[in-house]
């Protein structure tokens, strides 16, 4: 195990910021937490990470207690925080090798392992310039090189990538999914992107008030929770009403609803069915669920309110 917490719990005063965490991560897994402002998040990774100590409970990170065995556990893992980064007036390779030897890293080895990072998260054609005029992306990738240049076993990513557009967020998505193929590296990310977690991570934790409320891979969470909907489209309300009663499902705003397991699959059956009840409906659309979706279905509250998701991104401060 990489990582495994028991009822780690911080209080900020009398905020309950994490509220009896159990999770357990495996070498090689990639984890997102996922869930709204407030959630947790990043505390919990600051507590994984040794900087702050936790209220009670316990961690060990790759191996070693958060709090008894802080040295330990920080020359094993990087960490990138939600918008820190690397410094503006040096050079981005300069960085890098700085970083490197503040590992204790002999400088030859730095340089080689700064020059390995620049070409595998495609920098090579801004590493040489000084950090300030690096785009949000590039700086974001940059700041990626700094966490991974000590080769640590375990990486986490606060939000890697708020802020970027869309065509910068996949390239950076694409880069961590490289990475962690290559490396091997156990990756526990946080973001508010549903479409990030979904696609990325093969276990999606949903965290909400410092809790754990789900903890799966994204299709199990998706068919556990949600499932896919057949929704019925009728020209009369007494069409609807009889296809209701002979699908056994309910009507709402004129549609026949149905939970199906495999919607694309299960529709032909359905119209069969009604076909030999004499109805067929004007149109048929199959929803298939998000990670919104589940959240919405585990709280009664959508990821999008409040600005908790996909609304447009900030950019990121030069
Ligand atoms: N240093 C602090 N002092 C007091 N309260 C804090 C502190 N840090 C976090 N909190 C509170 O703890 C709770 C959890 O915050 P945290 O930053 O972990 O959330 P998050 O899930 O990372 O949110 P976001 O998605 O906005 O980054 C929030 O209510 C926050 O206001
Ligand atoms: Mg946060």
């Not at 409970?57 to 330990?72: I, K």
């Not at 048929?284 to 998701?309: C, H, M, N, Q, Y």
Request: proline share 5%; glycine share 10%.
């Amino acid at each position: 195990m990489m990582i495994e917490t028991r009822e780690l719990t911080k209080m900020f005063k009398d905020v309950r910021a994490v509220d009896g965490i159990n999770l357990t991560v495996a070498r090689g897994e990639l984890v997102a937490l996922l869930g709204p402002n407030g959630a947790g998040k990043s505390t919990t990774l600051r507590m994984l990470t040794t900087l702050i100590p936790p209220t009670s409970g316990s961690a060990q990170v790759a191996g070693f207690d958060v709090v008894r065995r802080q040295r330990d556990v920080r020359l094993r893992i990087g960490y990138i925080g939600q918008g820190n980064g690397a410094g503006h007036s040096q050079r981005g390779r300069d960085e890098l090798i700085s970083q490197g030897r503040a590992y204790g890293m002999p400088v030859r080895a730095a340089r080689t392992r700064a020059g390995e990072l620049i070409d595998s998260l495609g920098l090579s054609d801004v590493a040489d310039r000084t950090v300030s005029t690096l785009s949000g992306g590039q700086r974001r990738r940059l700041d990626i090189a700094m966490g991974l240049i000590h080769a640590p076993e375990l990486l986490f990513l606060d939000e890697p990538s708020t802020g970027l557009d869309p065509q910068n967020r996949a390239n950076l998505q694409e880069h961590i999914v490289r990475l962690r193929a290559e490396h091997g590296t156990t990756i526990v990310l946080t973001t508010h992107y549903l479409d990030e977690a979904d696609s990325m991570a093969e276990r999606v934790i949903v965290i909400d008030h410092g809790r754990i409320i789900a903890d799966d891979t994204p299709q199990q969470l998706k068919a556990k929770h949600v499932g896919d909907r057949v929704i019925l489209g009728f020209g009369s309300p007494v069409d609807a009403a009889q296809a209701a009663k002979a699908l056994g499902a309910p009507v709402a705003d004129g549609c026949v609803r149905l939970v199906a397991e495999d919607g694309p699959r299960e529709a032909p059956r359905i119209l069969d069915s009604l076909r030999s009840a004499g109805l067929a409906p004007d149109s048929i659309e199959v929803k298939r669920p998000t990670l919104d979706d589940v959240f919405l279905t585990l709280t009664g509250r959508s990821l999008r309110e409040g600005g908790a998701a996909d609304t447009e991104p900030e950019l990121v401060e030069a």
